[in-house]
């Protein structure tokens, strides 16, 4: 009798799990795309000359302008609040744009973040100001840039290149979102914790998919 136990758990279980991941994934609760023609990196160059993309990676895409100094407030905002909780997941990257000239700037940044956690996936990378604001502007967001082309919002990025957000809910009277503002810890907290939980899962949970698809072949 127990042997029969045995062999029907073991022949039950990868049924029961498979079942349970194409559910999982099929009904789970995605981050709703806002923008699927938003532009790339191609024209933009990294600290160390190493080519950037947002093919494959869950990006977190920010705009900190001529003047890292006025940014940095933003900059330790988000690596409290989201960059240190994630930067392990190796799918995830930090991408922050500033114009050619801000490399000394950029390099004390990254050295008084370093001192927190490591930042090799915080990745900067220099344009001039008609690349930069092509690629803000291909957002499709509401948002503007400053003069000094910055902005305090930062947009989550899949790996396909599409922007994710909020959509809007008449019910809750809740607008869009495009992106959150880095200004603003309570937003960071209350908003984008949870919708980068959110993105993180639904690859996870997909990854989790792809390998019970495999063990079942």
């Known amino acids: 009798m127990k042997k029969f136990l045995v062999l029907g758990i073991l022949f039950i279980l990868p049924i029961v799990m498979y079942l349970f991941f194409a559910s999982a994934v099929d009904n789970f609760s995605k981050l709703p795309v806002l923008n699927t023609s938003i532009g790339n990196l191609q024209n933009l160059e990294s600290l160390g000359k190493e080519k950037i993309s947002f093919t494959d990676k869950i990006t977190i895409l920010s705009f900190f302008g001529d003047s890292i100094d006025h940014k940095k407030g933003n900059a330790f905002n988000l690596h409290l609040k989201i960059y240190k909780k994630n930067h392990e997941f190796k ?26 956690t490591n930042v090799s996936g915080w990745k900067f990378l220099f344009g001039t100001p008609e690349n930069i604001t092509s690629l803000f502007n291909s957002l499709g967001s509401p948002y503007k840039l400053d003069g000094k082309l910055a902005s305090d919002y930062v947009f989550i990025i899949d790996k396909k290149g599409n922007l994710r957000g909020r959509d809007e809910d008449v019910e809750k009277k809740e607008g869009k979102v495009y992106g959150y503002d880095a200004s603003s810890v309570g937003d960071l907290a209350n908003v984008m914790v949870d919708d980068v939980k959110v993105i993180l ?11 019970a698809d495999r063990k079942e072949k």
């Open 91 to 116: 799918d995830f990257q930090f991408v922050t744009v500033v114009p050619y000239g801000s490399e000394g700037e950029v390099k004390q940044l990254l050295y008084e973040l370093g001192k927190i």
């Open 201 to 211: 899962a639904e690859y996870r949970l997909a990854l989790k998919k792809y390998k």
